[in-house]
């Protein structure tokens, strides 16, 4: 992405948001042991700046408006284990002109604190009372020290969710291009399966990372699953260990990230021959993913297609036996159909209350029978369009084999 593009992100941000001074931290890294720790970017620090990299700051003020980078601080063992970007280089990924240090910036916003009454930031993941993984602490205390120092805070993160919500074309660009890579993988994994080149969970998991990583992609956009038989019952199952054999279904749901853009994809395939019920299955999700996806269009209200939705899968479940009583709907397809997709792979559409051309979301319908271990999801990413949607994952074949 240009500088131009997160210049204008901010200007967007700055524009709806009604406070004097708005504060937004990098994430940080996650230490697991004493050489090692993991690191991925706050997608909110990540659209504004084009940084990524932890202990980052971002203050924007209005009357005047100005910008201002706050490096992290960092000792000289730091910067000769680990590196780090330079003020200069911070400043011409970000298009933000004024950098300072560390301490600088403390003083900077006790300055701000002190002129301006109302403070933005970004308020508490929704996520993090599922997965505290993502809870970032520097935004816990950039919050904490806003409600310090100023009279009154704002959160920043529905703003941010609405100007994420819709794709710019460049955010587009990234997108397909991490979609293109996915599929590769993809295809590349069909190849083998029906070649019997590849044994275990695990190899599959391994050669997805080659490609990903072989093609330019920054790697893995999430945590790939690989679920062989009754593991696909386990909708976020990642151990990735189990055996493959003759007569079973291979559930993968994976995606590349490339620029910071994220694709996600599932398909499940054949090992081997198959039996009717394991082929008819399938067939059902096929047909309940292409009813759902002519569902997506500029208006549609998010509660209307929540209701379209249910008919299609309880008619689906009902053809295949396993509506026999409205327990069974959820029993047997338990999550949602579809979520925003971004930065982050799971995003939010913004609260606007209908589909708008711009936005990016999946659909994802799946059936799983953990009595007849059997576990089938079919997932692709769509584009809101003027006149409809675009598939943008549609070279990917949904078959349970190319041959099939």
Same mark, same amino acid.
């Given at each position: 992405?240009?500088?131009?593009?997160?210049?204008?992100?901010?200007? &967007?941000?700055?524009?709806?948001?009604?406070?004097?001074?708005?504060?937004?931290?990098?994430?940080?890294?996650?230490?697991?042991?004493?050489?090692?720790?993991?690191?991925?970017?706050?997608?909110?620090?990540?659209?504004?700046?084009?940084?990524?990299?932890?202990?980052?700051?971002?203050?924007?003020?209005?009357?005047?408006? /100005? *910008?201002?980078?706050?490096a992290?601080?960092?000792d000289?063992?730091?910067?000769?284990?680990?590196?780090?970007l330079?003020?200069?280089?911070?400043?011409?990924?970000?298009?933000?002109n004024?950098?300072? &240090?560390?301490?600088?910036g403390?003083?900077?916003?006790?300055?701000? &604190?002190?002129?301006?009454?109302?403070?933005?930031?970004v308020?508490?993941d929704?996520?993090?009372? #599922?997965?505290?993984?993502?809870?970032? %602490?520097?935004r816990?205390?950039?919050? =904490?020290?806003?409600?310090?120092?100023?009279?009154?805070t704002?959160?920043? /993160? %529905?703003?941010? !969710?609405?100007?994420?919500?819709?794709?710019?074309?460049?955010?587009?660009?990234?997108?397909? =291009?991490?979609?293109?890579?996915?599929?590769?993988g993809?295809?590349?994994?069909?190849?083998?399966?029906?070649?019997?080149?590849? !044994?275990?969970?695990?190899?599959?998991?391994?050669?997805?990372?080659?490609?990903?990583?072989? +093609?330019?992609a920054?790697?893995?956009?999430?945590?790939?699953?690989?679920?062989?038989?009754? !593991?696909?019952?386990?909708l976020?199952? &990642?151990?990735?260990?189990?055996?493959?054999?003759?007569?079973?279904?291979?559930?993968?749901?994976?995606?590349?990230?490339f620029?910071? #853009?994220?694709?996600?994809?599932?398909?499940?395939?054949?090992?081997? *021959?198959?039996?009717?019920?394991?082929?008819?299955v399938?067939?059902?999700?096929?047909?309940?993913?292409?009813?759902?996806?002519?569902?997506?269009?500029?208006?549609?209200? %998010?509660?209307?297609?929540?209701?379209?939705?249910?008919?299609?899968?309880?008619?689906t479940?009902a053809?295949?036996g396993?509506?026999?009583?409205?327990?069974?709907?959820?029993?047997?397809?338990?999550?949602?159909?579809?979520?925003?997709?971004?930065?982050?792979?799971?995003?939010?559409?913004?609260?606007?209350?209908?589909?708008?051309?711009g936005?990016?979301? +999946?659909?994802e319908?799946?059936?799983?029978?953990?009595?007849?271990?059997?576990?089938?999801?079919? *997932?692709?990413?769509?584009l809101?369009?003027?006149?409809?949607?675009?598939?943008?994952?549609?070279?990917?074949p949904?078959s349970?084999?190319? !041959?099939s």
């Amino acid at each position: 992405m240009s500088p131009d593009f997160y210049v204008g992100n901010r200007s &967007s941000l700055a524009g709806t948001l009604k406070a004097d001074v708005t504060l937004l931290s990098a994430h940080d890294a996650m230490q697991l042991k004493a050489d090692q720790s993991i690191f991925r970017q706050d997608a909110n620090f990540l659209y504004l700046t084009g940084i990524d990299e932890a202990g980052w700051q971002l203050v924007l003020g209005r009357n005047p408006y /100005r *910008e201002t980078l706050i490096a992290p601080e960092r000792d000289e063992m730091q910067v000769l284990f680990e590196g780090g970007l330079t003020f200069a280089e911070a400043s011409a990924t970000s298009g933000v002109n004024n950098v300072v &240090s560390a301490a600088d910036g403390q003083k900077l916003i006790e300055s701000l &604190s002190a002129q301006h009454a109302v403070c933005a930031v970004v308020g508490r993941d929704p996520h993090e009372k #599922y997965n505290h993984s993502t809870a970032n %602490p520097s935004r816990a205390r950039l919050e =904490r020290l806003a409600k310090k120092l100023f009279k009154e805070t704002l959160d920043a /993160r %529905p703003a941010l !969710n609405r100007l994420r919500a819709i794709k710019q074309p460049e955010e587009v660009v990234a997108m397909r =291009r991490a979609i293109e890579v996915s599929v590769e993988g993809f295809m590349f994994i069909e190849k083998l399966l029906r070649e019997e080149k590849v !044994n275990h969970e695990y190899e599959i998991e391994a050669e997805l990372s080659r490609t990903f990583r072989a +093609t330019g992609a920054n790697g893995h956009a999430y945590d790939p699953i690989v679920a062989f038989n009754k !593991n696909a019952c386990v909708l976020h199952y &990642s151990k990735n260990e189990s055996s493959l054999a003759a007569g079973g279904l291979v559930l993968i749901d994976a995606g590349a990230a490339f620029q910071g #853009y994220a694709a996600d994809i599932t398909r499940t395939y054949a090992v081997g *021959e198959v039996s009717s019920r394991q082929k008819a299955v399938h067939a059902a999700v096929e047909r309940a993913h292409v009813a759902i996806i002519e569902l997506i269009k500029p208006g549609l209200k %998010p509660a209307d297609y929540q209701v379209a939705v249910d008919k299609i899968m309880k008619e689906t479940l009902a053809s295949l036996g396993l509506l026999k009583s409205e327990a069974d709907y959820r029993k047997y397809f338990p999550h949602a159909v579809s979520h925003g997709i971004g930065i982050d792979v799971h995003e939010s559409l913004g609260g606007y209350g209908e589909f708008l051309p711009g936005m990016t979301l +999946t659909v994802e319908p799946g059936i799983y029978i953990p009595e007849e271990g059997i576990g089938v999801r079919i *997932e692709d990413d769509i584009l809101v369009t003027k006149t409809g949607n675009e598939v943008l994952s549609a070279q990917l074949p949904t078959s349970l084999c190319y !041959n099939s």
